[in-house]
C-alpha cells in the first residue's frame, strides 16, 4: 500500500478513538443467534401418546425421518448425512457379521424346505 491510498492525517481516526463509538445497539441478535432461536423454538405436536412440545429443529428431523421410513431416499440421504455429522454411527452397536446365507421355502401347508 504506498502514502497515495492512505487518507490524509487529519481525516485518520485520532488514538484511542473507536472508528465506530456507538457500536452494535443493545439488544439486537447476531444472525447465527436469531437462526439457533428459530431452529430451537418449541412447537406442539401431536402423536401417539398425546400432545408434546419439541424444539422445530426436532420435529422436522422426525418428520424426515419418517418420510425415509416409508422409502423416501432422499430423505434418507439427508438424515443419514445429519446422524454422520453428529457422528451417531461411533455409538451404534456393532452390525453382526454376515456368515451363512440361507433360503428357507415355507409352503402354504406349514411345512418348511431348508436349502442351504
Known amino acids: 500500500m504506498s502514502t497515495k491510498d492512505r487518507p490524509d492525517i487529519h481525516t485518520r481516526f485520532k488514538k ?15 444472525d447465527a443467534i436469531q ?17 408434546r412440545s419439541v424444539p422445530k429443529i426436532v ?8 418420510k425415509a421410513l416409508k422409502g423416501d431416499i432422499r430423505a ?17 452397536p456393532p452390525i453382526p457379521e454376515i456368515t451363512c446365507i440361507r433360503r428357507v421355502i415355507v409352503h402354504p401347508n406349514g411345512q418348511t424346505t431348508d436349502l442351504e
Not at 437462526?35 to 400432545?51: A, C, E, M, S, T
Open 76 to 92: 434418507l440421504e439427508k438424515i443419514m448425512k445429519i446422524a454422520e455429522k453428529l457422528e451417531s454411527f461411533k455409538w451404534a
Open 59 to 66: 420435529a422436522a428431523i422426525e418428520v424426515c425421518l419418517n
Open 16 to 30: 484511542g478513538q473507536s472508528g465506530n463509538p456507538s457500536g452494535r445497539p443493545k439488544g439486537r441478535k447476531n
Open 35 to 51: 437462526i439457533k432461536d428459530l431452529l430451537f423454538r418449541p412447537i406442539r405436536i401431536n402423536d401417539g401418546n398425546g400432545i
